[in-house]
């Protein structure tokens, strides 16, 4: 049966007043810590809420934060949490229960029509269910037969390509290397992964210019940096802790350029979210020297600038490019030169959305800094040319040496706490074959080497009927993924889907003819397994890796961990396998003495994780060792993309992103403090002359019809239409409501990533009104 999820209204139903002001407070700061209470007190967790984050960032003893992926400060307080982070564990050490008499009570039909909210808000899940068709309930089943159902279900498959498995990037490095070998020794690299949406963009494009997909600065180089570009990031709310570090860099005499459509609360100024006396103080910090509101997608054409601006300078003065650099690490720089000095400035102006003056003015600052640190997120990698974007990042810090060297370098701001780890671990629908031949060699299997499907190819396979098992690892794959409607239906057409989950969320309704929940330890709590109590490890957006133990006592006792359930699932799957399935959960070392066999830089791996700070996985660019084809950085020669114009004269370029009290698709409440709004998520952010000029006023409610690539039309009715400062021709609004907005079609052909942040759509008064809450 395919259920058609709610339309909008995903967070807690509210009849208090909606409001929108501007927020002239600084980021962090007693706002946080009130958001905290209110979140502690939901979740029924007075005490061990505060306690627990005592435990989170400390070396050894306690766990990673399953928050952002921005790593901890090693430097003075050995606590580095933030509200989000507080919320974030907070949530899931909640007290409420989601039991079998829950699955009891409420039918699935039932539970379809509450908000994404009151599902996760129900607590914990504690036991395995399966669905019931006749019932329309999920039902308790052993783990005994869960596994059994999965390997029925696997190996009675046409080919192992007909079933595809999804990761969220909060999954550790040791359970990312045995979900990835089972699949690969089962016969498949169908891969979807959150990366898909996220910055796979990122990792093709530093793939391309040298050699590995990560960045390559440290937290010392960002002390040391005297010019950060921060692009398509809203730091305050979604990599809090970075907040400390903006400070710093401006207090030391950095500048700190943001560059966003949107001037977001992180390029004004923070209380350092936890020195206890600045918060005591009301004492605040800039963390920005200067905003560039460019026009979405207009981030290329900022950097192309930028060179051009090195080279004009070049002419006079020899110190402008570092010709060292560019001589022995580099190839095309005159291709690179001719096609930046054939670029007029008119083009870059319209591309960017910048005047003149604004990009010299970038240029200048470019010449004037030693030490370059080019960062992004978002607001860049879900755009159409974001790979191209990206490798310009790069041709702009190789002009002047900045890689490779203390203070400098590319950074991009990671999502999830361990997407990068995953990555490094194998999740991967293309792997390198090198870590393939490695996988075979130490285990004695024979992996796949056609690429496997990722996020929207698997989509598309189900859809079509010719992958018919789902199993996702984490995440919330149908709120998530674009074009929300459609991928519904295609899950529905599973024969089999199975969650691997703390919460229930919607993806646990949307489902196929057979269906599995199967709950997991979160990172809080404490794994006892045959050898005592195991620890797992994570990698940061900067390359460290360090291990976590949880410590609170679990949800429940029926709980497994997440190693365990992945071994088991492969035992039942694959009988005759030589591989120690059952030996790696009894003891987690062994999964890391095999890694340290297989993946580059994790010889030693079990001792290595004994240093409280963890270790760095080597990253050759840093040493300036490019492992591309030539052996050298590569000067990419992409045509400039122009800013994300609309097709139409008459439509919008809608941004979707997350509102500050959300985690992607994980309601905590209907605010977006530093944007001002309180009480509404249904909104659309847009610029007061493109109201105007569509005759809708202040807070009225607009109907928003998208226009997909392939001139199919999505709508989304009774938004409030709020006016806010974004460049004309553009709009924002939150994910992952928006989403049914989003075309399957509509990935771009560089990196298969949905794009997010560029809808074009209509926007009009409502037709009519229902209060704003439609189903
Ligand atoms: N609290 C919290 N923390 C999180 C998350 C969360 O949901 N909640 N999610 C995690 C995950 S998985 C990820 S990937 C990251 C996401 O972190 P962000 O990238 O900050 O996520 P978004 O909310 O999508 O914000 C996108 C930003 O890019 C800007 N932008 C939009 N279009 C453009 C453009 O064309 N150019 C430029 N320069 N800017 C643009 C937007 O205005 C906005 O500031 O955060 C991680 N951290
Ligand atoms: N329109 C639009 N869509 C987007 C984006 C956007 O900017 N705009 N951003 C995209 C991005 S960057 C990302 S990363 C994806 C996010 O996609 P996902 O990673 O798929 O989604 P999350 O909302 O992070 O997943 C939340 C669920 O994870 C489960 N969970 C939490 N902790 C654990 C755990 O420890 N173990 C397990 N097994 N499960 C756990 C809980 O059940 C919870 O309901 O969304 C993408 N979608
Ligand atoms: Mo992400």
């Not at 698997?458 to 690892?473: C, N, P, T, W």
């Not at 995440?475 to 459609?486: E, H, Q, R």
């Not at 969320?505 to 949307?510: A, F, P, Q, T």
Request: hydrophobic share 40%; glycine share 8%.
């Amino acid at each position: 049966m395919s259920r058609r999820p709610r339309q909008g209204g995903y967070g807690p139903n509210t009849d208090r007043e909606w409001s929108q002001k501007t927020y002239h407070h600084p980021a962090a700061a007693w706002g946080a810590a009130l958001s905290v209470g209110k979140v502690i007190l939901t979740q029924r967790e007075p005490i061990a809420g505060p306690l627990s984050t005592l435990q989170m960032n400390h070396p050894i003893t306690g766990y990673d934060c399953p928050g952002c992926a921005w790593p901890d400060d090693q430097h003075g307080l050995r606590l580095d949490i933030c509200e989000n982070g507080v919320k974030h564990v907070t949530w899931e050490m909640t007290r409420k229960r989601v039991g079998p008499w829950f699955f009891a009570a409420h039918t699935v039909s039932e539970l379809a029509e509450w908000t994404d909210f009151e599902l996760e808000n129900a607590g914990r899940l504690t036991d395995p269910m399966v669905y019931d068709a006749d019932l329309d309930r999920y039902v308790p089943i052993s783990w005994d037969a869960a596994f059994a159902m999965i390997g029925e279900e696997l190996r009675a498959l046409p080919t192992p390509d007909a079933a595809t498995f999804y990761t969220s990037g909060r999954l550790s490095n040791e359970s990312s290397y045995i979900y990835q070998l089972f699949m690969r020794e089962f016969g498949t690299n169908n891969m979807p992964d959150c990366s898909n949406m996220c910055h796979e963009a990122s990792g093709r494009a530093l793939g391309a210019s040298i050699g590995t997909g990560k960045g390559t600065t440290s937290m010392q180089d960002w002390a040391e940096a005297d010019l950060l570009f921060l692009l398509g990031v809203n730091a305050a709310s979604n990599a809090p802790r970075m907040l400390t570090a903006l400070a710093k860099m401006v207090r030391s005499g950095a500048q700190v350029v943001h560059v966003n459509p949107l001037v977001e609360i992180a390029s004004t100024k923070t209380i350092v979210p936890h020195d206890i006396v600045d918060m005591a103080l009301f004492k605040s910090h800039r963390t920005g020297s200067w905003d560039l509101q460019v026009a979405p997608g207009g981030d290329m054409a900022l950097m192309r600038a930028i060179a051009k601006v090195v080279f004009e300078a070049a002419a006079t003065d020899p110190a402008a490019l570092d010709r060292d650099f560019l001589a022995e690490h580099t190839v095309g720089f005159d291709e690179y030169r001719a096609l930046v000095e054939a670029t007029e400035w008119d083009e870059l102006v319209t591309a960017s959305g910048l005047s003149e003056a604004q990009l010299r003015r970038a240029g200048q600052l470019y010449l004037a800094a030693d030490k370059t640190i080019i960062s992004w997120c978002l607001g860049v990698a879900q755009h159409e040319h974001a790979v191209d974007m990206i490798r310009e990042f790069m041709n702009v810090l190789l002009l002047r040496g900045n890689i490779g060297r203390p203070g400098a370098g590319p950074a991009p701001v990671r999502g999830h706490s361990n997407v990068q780890g995953n990555r490094t671990c194998g999740i991967n629908h293309h792997s390198p074959a090198a870590l393939l031949d490695a996988l075979d060699a130490h285990h004695g299997i024979t992996s796949p080497r056609t690429p496997g499907l990722d996020t929207v190819n698997s989509i598309e396979a189900m859809h079509r009927g010719d992958v018919r098992v789902f199993i996702a690892l984490g995440g919330n794959f149908v709120l998530a993924a674009p074009d929300t409607d459609y991928t519904a239906a295609a899950l529905s057409r599973c024969s089999l889907t199975v969650q691997v989950s703390t919460k229930l969320n919607r993806s646990h309704l949307v489902h196929g003819r057979k269906a599995l929940i199967l709950p997991c330890l979160g990172r809080t709590e404490v794994d006892i397994q045959r050898d005592g109590p195991q620890g797992q490890t994570v990698e940061d957006a900067m390359s460290m890796v360090h291990v976590s133990y949880g410590k609170k006592q679990p949800a429940s006792e029926a709980l497994r961990s997440e190693p365990e359930i992945i071994a088991r699932m492969a035992r039942a799957t694959l009988p005759q396998s030589k591989i120690p399935w059952e030996s790696y959960i009894d003891n987690y070392d062994r999964i890391r003495d095999d890694m340290a066999v297989v993946l580059p830089g994790f010889a030693g791996f079990n001792e290595l994780i004994k240093n409280p700070t963890g270790f760095r996985i080597p990253q050759p660019a840093r040493e300036r060792v490019f492992t591309t084809a030539s052996g050298k950085a590569q000067f990419s020669h992409a045509p400039l993309a122009t800013a994300a114009h609309a097709p139409e004269p008459d439509m919008l370029v809608l941004q979707t992103m997350r509102s500050h009290d959300q985690w992607n698709t994980t309601i905590y409440a209907n605010n977006d403090r530093y944007r001002g709004v309180k009480n509404i998520r249904e909104l659309i952010f847009m610029n007061a002359a493109d109201m105007a000029e569509r005759g809708i006023a202040d807070g009225s409610l607009v109907d928003i019809v998208s226009t997909s690539k392939d001139g199919s039309q999505r709508e989304l009715r009774s938004y409030r239409a709020i006016a806010y400062n974004t460049p004309k021709g553009s709009a924002a609004g939150y994910m992952p409501e928006m989403n049914v907005l989003i075309g399957h079609a509509d990935y771009s052909a560089q990196s298969d990533q949905p794009l997010a942040k560029s809808i074009h759509v209509r926007v009009t008064p409502a037709r009519a009104s229902n209060g704003g809450r439609l189903k």
